[in-house]
């Protein structure tokens, strides 16, 4: 199976994004043609002949953007809120060809990133509507494709902030019944924990020579939170591309920027013993209630936060490259 994956993932979805040429060339190729790459229409394919048996390859169709829209912007904002109007949610052939429905949910996260953060949750919420309303076996294969792209914390695509809308039309639909709204819910209440644009959680950690100190009391323009375990091979690849990155050091050294890193963990006699890899300008603790888990959701190892000097969340769950990407654009905006 040959899934294209995502692109232009790794620009902050709290700002307002430069569209890129990539989808005026997308969506040109559908203005006044039957349709892109997928061609055909959402319920008809290319029979086989098998004995008495015919086999339909269900196909996709995307949306034709009509030829008097010449606005870049107008031309995806139509594209995007059109995409599954061809698409047959209640067919349940779509299941098992993820060459096809899979391949589409890529193409779609590829054109939606380029949206405003806010247009691009309700048009989320919108497909995933649609989709609860037609078969719940399509319905549930959408939301475990939404699993994997948006919420794995292994997924290069991870979005929390566009898996909300999934949550929530699992929570509200009567397609679910409540044992199967368990898991969404525990999900949706991890979610919008330090969600972006709001306060982080505060916390009381201790260094290694017992000296304490809370998230509260640091004050500088940026703080990178850091939840890290240094015996891990992940959290170590962390620690030396934040202290290779020139910006961030540059920050550091301005005192613009705090690195704050936390140890989650129980194990304290092992990470005093790992405590050397830290460069010496960060801050470095750890929980000393052990409860810090019950505040952030650390799924995985390492956890990235970037936070402003109030303490409100800029980016959470985040990777490297799209902390650097955020405090590039930022300092370019100064």
Same mark, same amino acid.
Not at 142 to 150: M, P, R
Not at 247 to 273: A, G, H
Not at 304 to 332: C, G, H, S
């Given at each position: 199976?040959?899934?294209?994956?995502?692109?232009?993932?790794?620009?902050?979805?709290?700002?307002?994004?430069?569209?890129?040429?990539?989808?005026?060339?997308?969506?040109?190729?559908?203005?006044?043609?039957?349709?892109?790459?997928?061609?055909?229409?959402?319920?008809?394919?290319?029979?086989?002949?098998?004995? &008495?048996?015919?086999?339909?390859?269900?196909?996709?169709?995307?949306?034709?953007?009509?030829?008097?829209?010449?606005?870049?912007?107008?031309?995806?904002?139509?594209?995007?809120?059109?995409?599954? +109007?061809?698409? /047959? %949610?209640? /067919?349940?052939?779509?299941?098992?060809?993820?060459?096809?429905?899979?391949? &589409?949910?890529? +193409?779609?996260?590829?054109?939606? %990133?380029?949206?405003?953060?806010?247009?691009?949750?309700?048009?989320?919420?919108?497909?995933? =509507?649609? =989709?609860?309303?037609? =078969?719940?076996?399509?319905?549930?294969?959408?939301?475990?494709?939404? !699993?994997?792209?948006?919420?794995?914390?292994?997924?290069?695509?991870?979005?929390?902030?566009?898996?909300?809308?999934? #949550?929530?039309?699992?929570? $509200?639909?009567?397609?679910? !019944?409540?044992?199967?709204?368990?898991?969404?819910?525990?999900?949706?209440?991890?979610? #919008?924990?330090?969600?972006?644009?709001?306060?982080?959680? !505060? %916390? $009381?950690?201790?260094?290694?020579?017992?000296?304490?100190?809370?998230?509260?009391?640091?004050?500088?323009?940026?703080?990178? #939170?850091? %939840?890290?375990?240094?015996?891990?091979?992940?959290?170590?690849?962390?620690?030396?591309?934040?202290?290779?990155?020139?910006?961030? *050091?540059?920050?550091?050294?301005?005192?613009?920027?705090?690195?704050?890193?936390?140890?989650?963990?129980?194990?304290?006699?092992?990470?005093?013993? *790992?405590?050397?890899?830290?460069?010496?300008?960060?801050?470095?603790?750890? !929980?000393?209630?052990?409860?810090?888990?019950?505040?952030?959701?650390?799924?995985?190892?390492?956890?990235?936060?970037? #936070?402003?000097?109030?303490?409100?969340?800029?980016?959470? /769950?985040?990777?490297?490259?799209?902390?650097? *990407?955020?405090?590039?654009?930022?300092?370019?905006?100064?």
């Amino acid at each position: 199976m040959a899934i294209v994956t995502v692109t232009g993932m790794a620009t902050a979805m709290g700002m307002e994004m430069k569209k890129s040429k990539i989808y005026i060339i997308i969506i040109s190729l559908c203005i006044g043609l039957s349709g892109c790459k997928h061609g055909g229409n959402a319920t008809s394919g290319q029979a086989t002949h098998n004995d &008495a048996a015919q086999v339909v390859t269900p196909k996709f169709r995307p949306p034709e953007v009509p030829a008097m829209i010449s606005d870049p912007n107008s031309q995806l904002e139509y594209f995007v809120k059109h995409y599954w +109007d061809y698409f /047959d %949610f209640a /067919d349940t052939s779509y299941v098992p060809t993820p060459d096809i429905t899979e391949q &589409a949910w890529v +193409d779609y996260m590829d054109v939606l %990133f380029r949206l405003p953060q806010h247009k691009a949750q309700e048009e989320m919420k919108s497909m995933i =509507s649609k =989709s609860a309303g037609g =078969s719940k076996k399509l319905f549930l294969y959408f939301t475990e494709i939404a !699993d994997k792209y948006l919420y794995d914390p292994n997924s290069p695509t991870r979005n929390e902030e566009l898996y909300i809308p999934v #949550l929530e039309v699992m929570i $509200q639909t009567p397609a679910l !019944d409540d044992t199967e709204k368990i898991r969404p819910q525990m999900r949706l209440d991890w979610a #919008l924990k330090n969600r972006m644009g709001t306060k982080a959680a !505060d %916390f $009381q950690y201790t260094g290694i020579a017992g000296q304490t100190g809370t998230l509260y009391q640091i004050n500088t323009t940026y703080i990178l #939170l850091f %939840f890290n375990d240094p015996g891990c091979t992940s959290c170590i690849e962390h620690i030396e591309g934040i202290r290779n990155s020139v910006m961030m *050091n540059r920050l550091i050294s301005e005192r613009r920027l705090t690195v704050l890193s936390i140890y989650p963990e129980q194990n304290i006699e092992e990470w005093k013993k *790992n405590y050397a890899v830290y460069p010496a300008e960060w801050l470095k603790g750890y !929980d000393p209630s052990f409860t810090i888990g019950d505040k952030y959701d650390l799924k995985a190892s390492p956890t990235l936060y970037l #936070l402003d000097r109030d303490k409100t969340v800029l980016l959470k /769950d985040a990777t490297l490259p799209l902390i650097e *990407n955020y405090l590039a654009y930022m300092l370019q905006q100064q």
